[in-house]
DNA sequence: ATGCCTCGAGTTCA
DNA sequence: CTCGAGGCAT
């Protein structure tokens, strides 16, 4: 860089440099506005330092250079505020911030006072002393009375004027304002620190908090803090504007960063309105903050108002609901899921979390409980992030009582006392009890009766619940031979179990219309599809989008049920994993006969159809043969063997000698052989083979002519809200002709429907440049293409 | 082996 | 909605 005015003496040279770096500075970190290139403002600083290294007498303190102060001390200095730094009273509600503004207007006996409003940042607070304009102190908020002096980790924020910038400031000058961490800072920094193993900052606050109070401030500079402010300390010796509002633009033009979300509007109407603005934009602002703050903005009226206690008459914060909160925890139950999974929970003593009592929170798994080492009864932070969920999101450890115990994972299922087992490298712990474990059972009739599955309308969880406990329900077949008065004595029992007044003896009539209302729904569930039944069964990683492939590949009932699974992995997508659960549901005898006795209590699935045309193309010899997973022999090895071979049946007889000689590897066949010495080998080999015999007469059956549907292999992903339909009723008619429904958007997805409110699958689409239909358009096509 | 991309399963509260 | 993990392409 070049200087216009390249100064030979040292003395001038630094102080324009120091000019130079200031302004640099001011415009990066308080304008946002970067006027020269890193670079070359590293340029500028190299040179400053070298003339001061040159010249020591010429390292004045206020020199940018500075900002990193040399000498960690032992700890910090106590600094007494000159006059006490405030606390707001806090309000929660609409009403709070009306009482407050009338309280406002009686006592200066005006109507719709002018406020100054402004974000409350969610970091910490300091004050900043300035003598004849230069920076010479700087404390934390401590008690209010008194602080700490951090005056060298101040020096480090770069949006923290070391001089004031024009020249109608105060000869003594303190404000106050609030150190913060930028969110993208927080978690750029984060992810550096998680990449090189550094120290993880908890959050953007305590990231703030934590290092401003570092005793060595090269690593408070290392921080990415910065800072705005908000209100005067003491002054001396100036006449300062006569509102707030203009105070703070005072502060601009001194060379202080204020936020620009700073207004002014009158009455409680416009606080109010404010409030809902910034609680709008608070998720997309690129700092923390936890509410907003109205001060009256006339600063004789201020005066004039005073205080009551510690706090100001004339401003108050209103605070957004908390997103976070600590609470204890009373203890950490375990529930038995559908599949049998043991989850532990977190009992909490209630607690107000983002407007709503939360008293439940997952812990997930046992891992997750290790990793947080949360035990019962200690203090912990729970949070609501983004979605609804509450969880614990860590452990206060200073507020552990002394005889706590780390928590264990329980070794029997608290239902059915049948063991816990976790199988290898596998997260989740699992009752063994399968059938015999009524938590399993009940959670498995809910899965039954639930909307995707049965739809059996009106029959809840705690309806079915009281079904089970009192023994009317025990498979989900029983479902379908309870009668009226079944429902009428349940519920007579339940009450009288409960101590509760039967609601359904009104003028000494039992009110039965409720449970003629349940037999009516339960009768309807009757009739449904081969899709919804298999999902409705709650085999293991058969959900929704598996039980459609199966329905769709096989087509009928009494053909899937008896499929061993080497022939469920023709499927897509059903590899080894889920073809061996879905086999080892239908060889339990239990889910057989309750399958049996669904069908014989009327359920009837009124779309089977053949084999689907696609299972032809899967159903050759070397298919078949891989399948199997018989060790070594690849697809390319099983092709192999069948070019040789032909007939898989001849699997078991083909004599080892003659493998080699078909030109087989020595290890490929040694492995074929002894794979099919063991007896369970050969069981499943047998079955399979005779399964397959079977598919292959029921697909050289089915007609010939596959049409092409117009949207045959294109993957779609619907998002917002439709009018004229669901997005469920939208995706059977996209799949009628041939689409496949995706949840998420990817590059393999050909074409989103975006409805109303599309959010984030729609950017995602934008972004990877993939085609969007509107409704319209939805509407057009599917008028064009009649299924 | 490694890294997408999906699917499955579990969860809270009004 | 989010996490874990299964399936499959590379």
């Known amino acids: 860089m070049t200087s216009p005015t390249k100064t030979t003496n040292p003395t001038a040279r630094a102080a324009e440099l120091r000019q130079r770096i200031e302004e640099a500075n001011y415009r990066y970190h308080v304008l946002d506005d970067a006027q020269i290139p890193d670079a070359d403002y590293d340029k500028l600083m190299r040179e400053l330092e070298a003339i001061e290294a040159a010249h020591p007498e010429l390292a004045v303190a206020d020199s940018p250079t500075r900002r990193v102060g040399a000498t960690p001390s032992r700890e910090f200095a106590e600094v007494r505020h000159e006059l006490r730094m405030l606390s707001l009273a806090n309000a929660f509600s609409d009403e709070e911030i009306e009482d407050f503004v009338h309280r406002i207007e009686e006592r200066l006996d005006i109507t719709d006072p002018l406020f100054s409003l402004e974000p409350k940042f969610d970091g910490l607070a300091i004050s900043l002393r300035y003598e004849n304009g230069v920076f010479v102190q700087g404390a934390t908020r401590g008690d209010g009375e008194t602080g700490e002096d951090v005056t060298v980790n101040l020096r480090t924020i770069k949006s923290i004027p070391l001089r004031l910038r024009g020249d109608d400031w105060p000869a003594g000058l303190e404000v106050r304002g609030e150190v913060y961490m930028p969110r993208a800072e927080f978690e750029r920094y984060n992810e550096h620190a998680r990449e090189h193993g550094g120290k993880v900052l908890a959050n953007p606050r305590n990231g703030a908090a934590g290092s401003l109070r570092q005793l060595d401030s090269s690593i408070t500079a290392s921080r990415p803090l910065a800072f705005f402010a908000y209100a005067p300390g003491a002054v001396e010796d100036s006449a300062l504007p006569k509102t707030h509002s203009a105070l703070l633009q005072k502060f601009r033009d001194w060379g202080f960063p204020v936020s ?16 809902r603005r910034i609680g709008e934009a608070r998720d997309s602002l690129p700092f923390d903050i936890d509410g907003v703050v109205y001060k009256v903005d006339d600063l004789d009226a201020q005066r004039d108002l005073g205080f009551v206690g510690r706090t100001p008459r004339w401003a108050i914060a209103h605070k957004f609901p908390a997103q976070e909160q600590s609470t204890r925890i009373l203890a950490i139950d ?56 509450p969880e614990v999101v860590r452990v206060i450890e200073d507020q552990r009582p002394a005889d706590t115990v780390a928590w264990q994972m329980l070794k029997h299922c608290p239902i059915c006392h049948s063991e816990l087992v976790r199988e290898e490298g596998q997260v989740v712990w699992r009752c063994s009890g399968e059938l015999i474990c009524p938590a399993q059972r009940k959670e498995a009739v809910i899965h039954f009766a639930s909307r995707r599955a049965m739809d059996i309308e009106g029959l809840g969880s705690r309806l079915i619940e009281d079904l089970c406990d009192l023994g009317f329900v025990v498979s989900v077949a029983d479902l379908y031979k309870l009668g009226l008065d079944d429902f009428i004595e349940m519920k007579r029992r339940a ?70 699974w080497p022939l469920l992995k023709l499927v897509p997508d059903i590899g080894g994993e889920v073809a061996r659960s879905i086999d080892h549901f239908f060889a339990q005898e239990g889910n057989q006969s309750a399958i049996d006795e669904l069908l014989m209590r009327g359920v009837s699935l009124k779309d089977e159809h053949d084999v689907s045309p696609k299972l032809r193309q899967s159903l050759g010899a070397d298919r078949f043969l891989a399948s199997l997973e018989i060790p070594k022999l690849t697809e390319k090895r099983a092709a192999q063997w069948v070019s040789a071979f032909d007939d898989p049946s001849r699997v078991t007889s083909v004599p080892e000698h003659q493998l080699v000689t078909a030109g087989l590897p020595a290890d490929t066949a040694a492995a074929l052989i002894s794979w099919r010495e063991e007896t369970h080998n050969a069981d499943l080999l047998k079955r399979s083979l005779r399964i397959w015999n079977t598919l ?58 975006a409805g109303e409110a599309a959010g984030s699958k729609l950017e995602k689409a934008q972004a990877l440049g993939i085609e969007v239909w509107d409704e319209a358009r939805l509407l057009e096509f599917l008028a064009g293409n009649p299924a």
Not at 261 to 275: H, K, M, N, S, W
């Open 260 to 275: 620009h979300l700073v207004e002014t509007a009158r009455g409680a109407q416009g606080c109010l309105d404010y409030y």
């Open 495 to 564: 009450d009288e179990r409960d101590g509760t007044t039967p609601e359904t003896v009104k003028a000494g009539k039992v009110a039965t219309k409720w449970a003629e209302n349940l037999i009516e729904s339960i009768e309807h569930s009757k009739q449904t599809t081969l899709e919804r039944f298999l999902f409705a069964l709650g085999i293991e990683h058969v959900g929704e989008s598996t039980a459609k492939a199966l329905s769709a590949w096989f087509g009928r009932l009494e053909l899937i049920r008896h499929l061993p």
């Open 696 to 753: 292959r007469e029921l697909a050289g059956s089915t007609s010939e002519t596959e049409q092409l549907l117009p949207l045959d292999g294109k993957t779609v992903v619907l998002t917002g809200s439709l009018s004229a339909m669901t997005r469920d009723e939208a995706g059977a008619k996209l799949e009628a002709l041939g689409a496949k429904v995706a949840g998420s958007v990817s590059k393999k997805t050909d074409f989103i429907v």
């Open 334 to 389: 375990i529930n038995i899921g559908r599949t049998g999974a043991a989850t532990p929970i977190a009992r909490l003593e209630p607690v107000q979390v983002a407007g709503v009592v939360v008293t439940n929170a997952t812990l997930h798994n046992a891992d997750q409980i290790e990793r947080l080492d949360v035990r019962v009864g200690d203090t912990v932070i729970v949070r609501r992030a983004g979605d609804v969920i």
